[in-house]
């Protein structure tokens, strides 16, 4: 009985000795290296469908480096752009301090043609920390392209500008603004103060022929009606646009809407020129 539990007794004894030998090794200084501190990475990066937002996303909460629990600024980030036509006049930064995301809000200049490429990284090795104070390496990046968003944004014909129809009915300036959602809004001014409104919704497409471009708007206030076209943008000084669109439901008895291949100025029977010139507005 005492001998058959003999081989048991020893299993345990060299067990105890195996763990008794690692406990003095660790003790003796041979115990595993401390975690090496590693600082914020990026990880996202979005942008708006008008090229005007940029959200950058980080592995942790960041800080402006080299103070305590301050958010980031324009100092500790360098945004660029390259390529393409438009190009960035400047940027803001809104973020609070230790939170993962940033949101950039850029300033452009010239006709964005989707070939411009963003980039952002940080601003110096000490500019961007976790909350050990770990800095962001300086080799972090991150790059997203702008979007060729044609006729998003906000537009004003005036004066000359105005077609010959808009001037023969009186009206004085012409507003139009398309969002990156796909609505937009139409208003129409006469000296003596008349106002019009319309809004609806559009679609936009790059078409086969060079520089022309459709568009179709679908009218829902004051009435529902649909309104086809055409129109062509300009990187200028200030980004001009030639535009000219005729309403085709409910169908206006003599009008044909304007395509491509026909050009500029081919909308049936209106007795004189429908082809308006738009300047785009400045970013707010």
Same mark, same amino acid.
């Given at each position: 009985?005492?001998?058959?539990?003999?081989?048991?007794?020893?299993?345990?004894? %060299?067990?105890?000795?195996?763990?008794?030998?690692?406990?003095?090794?660790?003790?003796?200084?041979?115990?595993?290296?401390?975690?090496?501190?590693?600082?914020?990475?990026?990880?996202?990066?979005?942008?708006?469908?008008?090229?005007?937002?940029?959200?950058?996303?980080?592995?942790?909460?960041?800080?402006?480096?080299?103070?305590?629990?301050? !958010?980031?600024?324009?100092?500790?980030?360098?945004?660029? %752009?390259?390529?393409?036509?438009?190009?960035?006049?400047?940027?803001?930064?809104?973020?609070?301090?230790?939170?993962?995301?940033?949101?950039?809000?850029?300033?452009?200049?010239?006709?964005?043609? *989707?070939?411009?490429?963003?980039?952002?990284?940080?601003?110096?090795?000490?500019?961007?920390?976790?909350?050990?104070?770990?800095?962001?390496?300086?080799?972090?990046?991150? =790059?997203?392209?702008?979007?060729?968003?044609?006729?998003? *944004?906000?537009?004003?014909?005036?004066?000359?500008?105005?077609? !010959?129809?808009?001037?023969?009915?009186?009206?004085?300036?012409?507003?139009?603004?398309?969002?990156?959602?796909?609505?937009?809004?139409?208003?129409?001014?006469?000296?003596?103060?008349?106002?019009?409104?319309?809004?609806?919704?559009?679609?936009?497409?790059?078409?086969?022929?060079? *520089?022309?471009?459709?568009?179709? %708007?679908?009218?829902?206030? !004051?009435?529902?009606?649909?309104?086809?076209?055409?129109?062509?943008?300009?990187?200028?000084?200030?980004?001009?646009?030639?535009?000219?669109?005729?309403?085709?439901?409910?169908?206006?008895?003599?009008?044909?809407?304007?395509?491509?291949?026909?050009?500029?100025? =081919?909308?049936?029977? %209106?007795?004189?020129?429908?082809?308006?010139?738009?300047?785009?507005?400045?970013?707010?």
């Amino acid at each position: 009985m005492n001998f058959s539990r003999k081989p048991i007794q020893i299993l345990f004894s %060299l067990i105890s000795v195996l763990i008794l030998v690692f406990s003095c090794n660790k003790k003796d200084g041979t115990i595993d290296p401390p975690p090496i501190k590693t600082g914020p990475e990026f990880t996202t990066i979005k942008i708006s469908g008008d090229n005007k937002q940029v959200s950058v996303g980080f592995t942790e909460g960041v800080y402006k480096g080299g103070f305590l629990n301050k !958010p980031l600024s324009t100092g500790e980030l360098m945004v660029s %752009l390259q390529g393409g036509q438009a190009l960035l006049d400047s940027f803001n930064i809104a973020h609070v301090a230790g939170d993962t995301l940033v949101h950039i809000r850029l300033f452009t200049s010239g006709l964005a043609t *989707g070939e411009e490429q963003l980039k952002i990284s940080p601003a110096n090795a000490t500019a961007i920390v976790n909350s050990l104070a770990v800095p962001m390496k300086l080799a972090e990046q991150l =790059t997203i392209n702008l979007a060729d968003i044609g006729i998003i *944004g906000s537009w004003v014909s005036t004066g000359e500008n105005l077609s !010959p129809v808009f001037q023969q009915f009186g009206f004085d300036s012409v507003f139009m603004q398309f969002r990156a959602d796909g609505s937009y809004t139409f208003e129409s001014f006469t000296p003596g103060g008349i106002h019009n409104t319309l809004s609806g919704t559009f679609q936009q497409s790059v078409s086969g022929v060079a *520089g022309i471009r459709n568009i179709t %708007l679908s009218q829902v206030s !004051p009435v529902a009606s649909t309104i086809s076209g055409i129109f062509s943008l300009y990187n200028e000084e200030i980004i001009r646009m030639v535009y000219e669109t005729v309403q085709t439901d409910p169908i206006v008895s003599g009008l044909t809407p304007p395509t491509p291949e026909s050009g500029f100025g =081919t909308t049936g029977l %209106l007795g004189s020129d429908n082809t308006q010139v738009f300047l785009k507005v400045a970013a707010d």
